[in-house]
């Protein structure tokens, strides 16, 4: 069978490259251990409500202008939290799970964006330098009432 050239060498470089990215993302994950940050994190998403830090959520102050918001993320809300307000400079740890499906966990304005899966214990820690009204969203749809997911999170001077 003939092979142009021109597609001879179109076929090695394809190739090429797809073992290229096979091996990175074998290297990456089998040798270097990487994986997604909460995994060796785990618990029962059906046992949510009885498992520590999720048996207590909410907005605990843990030092300094420091503080570890606890959040559970259910359709179509975000349990137990309401009135955040945290001072300027704050430092937020964000644990975060799913009763259910996969959410999103966004703030707008900020490099918080994470997605929060059923099962793993999800974290994310920001610091808050600007005073202001933030929003904290679910950004993956999650069934009907997902466009109404969300709660505000205010910081004060
Ligand atoms: Cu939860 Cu969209």
Known sequence: ???????????????????????????????????????DEILDPQEVDITAPFDEPGL??????????????QAFTFQSVQDLKIPK?????????SKDVVHGFQIPKTNVNMMVTPGHV??????????????????????VGHQAMGVPLEVIE
């Open 1 to 39: 069978m003939h092979i142009h050239k021109f597609e001879k060498i179109w076929l090695i470089v394809g190739s090429g490259t797809l073992v290229v990215f096979l091996l990175i993302i074998g290297i990456n994950a089998f040798a270097m251990g990487h994986t997604p940050p909460s995994d």
């Open 60 to 73: 605990k102050k843990i030092g300094e202008n420091e503080y570890e918001l606890v959040m559970i993320a």
């Open 89 to 97: 400079g704050a430092t937020v740890h964000f644990t975060v799970t």
């Open 122 to 143: 999800n974290k994310i820690t920001h610091t808050f330098d600007d005073v202001g009204q933030f929003l904290i969203l679910c950004n993956e749809y999650c069934g």
